[in-house]
């Protein structure tokens, strides 16, 4: 054979990158038993069956070995690293002697595979699988020369469906690998299967999922079953390849299974090795009649035997029954109990629920496991996640009502009529600035109309401006526990990121320290504004949404009334009156406020000109109890007085205006009185004898109440026409001291405060929809629900350091402003069940929507339409790395006000539970005395101060339980910190209230974590650098990531070694 040196002296100077293995071996020729020259060290090099030998890895190649016609052997001693190279020639063997074990038996198997015999039986295996793959396109070919109906039926047979119950996956099996063979005799293996699939339509090799890895045996049982979901596109005749690997690093190969192209097999070098593949048809297993295929597993040239595996049919949610002892012995090498995927959104409460629940869940996950009693039962726990398509409809909503909010607020402002020019520029800058916002929230509803894609915001887009307002990774985590001594039980973790503005930054804080360094400066505003409590303009833009709200009601009402009276229906204008003097008297005592008064008379002096019949000084009663600032500011008095002096005003021209609408609606009251006392006379005396002349009476009499009562209900509208648009006008000029105080702060600051309630109100609103269709059935949770309201925990794992700190800022005030939010439940007139949002800044109303069977089972309060109050509570404590260096070097301050402000609000809930509620409506095995301890307890940790003290955590999560609360877990992305806190709340529950077996606890918890078990997942794939894919949803919550929690000693040490590097690198 011959060869062109100087091609092969090229090729032996590539990269490192080209090349199959490298390394630096011993090697010497032998004969027989004896070695010719003692060994030397050389630098190899394997590309394909040529195996180049160097003096150095930058000299030239000295020699090349042709892998040819021999075979390895490998001395099976422990302490021996050494292989020797036959030929069948009859050539010297060659003795290769490697640095350690592991290096030796990577060598052996490269070798091994780059053979020349090797190759072409593996070109041969796929020269095979070409030819099987061709026999089937020429079925595809034929199809064109096929009328249409005879194409239709071909697909029909081609395609076969595979039958299942509705809302069930398609297909499920179990593995289990029997006789695998190692490359060394010695070896343990460490194995895990790979899944693949071949479409029948495609013929397309697409990876799927995997199996967990099995260590230390070779006959791995393996505990992690494949599911295929409803919508996957898997027939009959879908192929399904298993490949079976050798795991040397699992720490390393947990990345390495998920990135590998397809049509390549791991290398020996990077932690795992390729022992063997086999494939089977879908239809073979559903129609074999024990349900079950023993496959040989093959080398990848289809020459050698290296095991058997076998694949057993499972059906979703047949577990075995009796004593786990015959279990316990098999899989005690193992890492976890039984788990099988399966994708379905049923829970407890039936499949009622389904199309109600599926409108704001999307792509859900399963997982089952099984775990053993402490008495040696089997319990069956099934854990879900599901995105929801709420993370996107509430911010849309919202903005859409921020929009609607802002729109009427500048035109309240323009319509405020002729201003001094100081306020008139004034006017005109805050004007400017507003339209600027509005256009940004504009824009940003655009662009949330055009996305597409998932149905979650993944933590790598926390910081994309036009997904500010999007909660990041929100996913409800359920766990059902089904035991065999104890009910049925649900346990529902909302996980989400911290709701904060990522994409304005924490340079200057979060919102806390934002709001109040920003109330300090509009204090001292001095002579450009009169300033405004927040508790003023808090009440002002309540009075406008009151003159909003309830004008048209009483226009509408009082047109009712005329047309009763048209009619000369008693009982209708009565009823009619009824309306309208309720509402007419709230609208009334909406406007029983110092702040109106005061308001209208700044805003008189606020005209081109003025003068005062009174001082200017606003009266301030003990009884009205209002405390006005600017009383105490003399600039303000003095600049008032300097406008130029034309007219006169009136204080209490505004006492009369408002007066005369409660006038006119007594005049209107007690014509409608005289006109039914007429009437019912009337009726006694003619009723009776002229039947007839009673008739044509009622015709006069219908003209003539609706005479007599028209000019009445004129006035009263002109009365609160009047009203209105002083109150309209006085209330705007507030809202502009507001503004125009804090230009641009004050909208930034209301932009931010925006953002991160948006994020905050997606997650309630989802919390608050799962627990409602959990607790239908549950009469002594929805009499809570309206008699007391809703408990809603949030667990935050935020540090106090740097960045996070102002994430838990803003964290706090968005879960603060949740206390606004009321719920009411109405029943749904479509198949569209997303909540509808209404309302303004600082009061919202979500109105969720249930099917007419699920509506009917509410109580009747909640029928009827009572609102329903929310009480969220934030305990937080940072156990990452930073919180140490807070604790250590920095501040936890803020940390310790927010645990101790929220415990007096879970405390002032208990306080009302306990007054309201009978014990008998907290579940069976809960009592009053526990919760007590429980309350008690948790005000000791929060004031020990302790340094990450995760005890905090659990007794408010208990709490919340046993209160029936809805329970969210947050960090910064919802992803590493908030995944380990809910696997661990989940094993804990299993422990303390189902009775796991306690040397199953690590078991279990290693289960739960384990990413391998969700299969083999692409990098583009990974929620936890981005994006998932449209057709496999993948759960974050499985990932095995540790806690960072670093030793305190250890990180003294660490500083001090990186300051003296830094003080070296500079000197």
Known sequence: MRFNAKDLALLARRPSGCFDKEGRLKICRVVGDEKLIEPRERWCRLKGNLLFLMKNKSFEASEVVILERCWVVEFRSKTDVSIVLKFQSGEPDLYLEAASKPDCESWAVALGEANSEGLQNKIQQLRRLIMEIKEERSSDEARQFLPSSQVDSLGELQFTSIQRIANEPKLEFSLACKDLVAATRDRKLNTFIQVSVVHPAEHILTRYSSTEIVEGTRDPLFLTGVTFPPEYPIYEETKIKLTVYDVKDKSQDTVRTSVLPDHKEARADVGRSFLGCTTFRVGDLVKSKEQQLTLTLRTSDGGKTVGTIEVNLVKMGELEDGETDHITTDAQDQKCALVRECTATEGISGRDNLPSLNAVLKNPICKLYRFPTSDNKWMR??????????????????????????????????????????????????????????????????????????????????????????????????????????????????????????????????????????????????????????????????????????????????????????????????????????????????????????????????????????????????????????????????????????????????????????????????????????????????????????????????????????????????????????????????????????????????????????????????????????GLHDQGFLQQLHTVGLLVQYEGLLSTYSEEAGMLEDMAVGISDLQKVMFKVIEAKSEDFLPIITGRREHYIIEVQLPAKMFELLPQEIKEGKLLRMYPVLFNVGINEQQTLAERFGDTTLQENINQENLELLKEYYKLFTEKMPPDCLPHFQEQNDLKGLLENLHQNIQAKKRKNVEIMWLAATICRKLNGVRFTCCKSAKDRTSMSVTLEQCSILRDEHQLHKDFFIRALDCMRSRQTQGALNESDDPETGCLTDNKPTSRHFYPVALLLVSSHLLVVWLILSLALLLAKYQ
């Open 381 to 774: 726990i099934r854990e879900q996640m599901a995105e929801t398509t709420l993370s996107f409809h509430v911010p849309k909503e919202l903005i859409n009502l921020h929009i609607k909010e802002d729109m009427r607020r500048n035109q309240e402002l323009k319509d405020l009529g002729e201003l001094a020019p100081h306020w008139d520029n004034m006017r005109r800058s805050v004007i400017a600035h507003c339209d600027q916002m509005l256009s940004m929230y504009q824009d940003t509803l655009a662009e949330l109309g055009k996305h597409t894609g998932s149905s979650f915001k993944s933590s790598c887009s926390k910081g994309e401006k036009t997904l500010e307002f999007i909660p990041i990774n929100l996913h409800l985590q359920r766990m059902h526990v089904h035991s065999p001594r104890l009910k049925d039980a649900l346990y529902d973790v909302i996980t989400v990121g911290a709701p904060a503005a990522h994409f304005q930054g924490f340079k200057n804080g979060g919102l806390r320290k934002l709001l109040s360094k920003f109330e300090a400066e509009r204090r001292n505003t001095g002579y450009q504004c009169i300033y405004y409590s927040p508790e003023n303009t808090a009440k002002a833009k309540e009075v406008l949404s009151n003159i909003n709200n309830l004008q048209p009601l009483i226009s509408s009402h009082a047109d009712l009334l005329l047309n009763s009276a048209s009619q000369h229906s008693p009982d209708s204008l009565k009823n009619s009156l009824k309306m309208l003097s309720e509402k007419t008297e709230l609208f009334v005592h909406a406007f029983k406020d110092q702040l109106v008064r005061s308001a209208l008379l700044a805003l008189y002096t606020a005209r081109p000109g003025c003068v005062l019949k009174k001082p200017a000084v606003p009266r301030n009663t003990a009884e009205e109890g209002d405390d006005l600032q600017h009383q105490d500011h003399p600039s303000q008095i003095k600049r008032q007085d300097s406008i130029p002096h034309h007219s006169e005003y009136d204080e209490e021209e505004w006492d009369r205006v408002w007066a005369n609408v409660g006038k006119s609606l007594n005049c209107v009251i007690a014509m409608v009185d005289r006109l039914l006392e007429k009437d019912n006379i009337s009726n006694i005396k003619e009723g009776e004898n002229d039947p007839a002349a009673a008739d044509c009476r009622m015709l006069h009499t219908g003209s003539d109440w609706y005479e007599q009562l028209y000019p009445l209900v004129i006035t009263l509208k002109d009365c609160m026409g009047e009203v209105v648009t002083r109150a309209k006008q006085s209330m705007a000029f507030v809202l502009l001291q507001e503004l125009a105080c804090g230009l641009p702060q004050c909208l930034m600051l209301t932009l931010r405060r925006d953002i991160v309630f948006s994020q905050a109100l997606a997650g309630l609103v989802c919390g608050f929809i799962i627990k409602l269709h959990t």
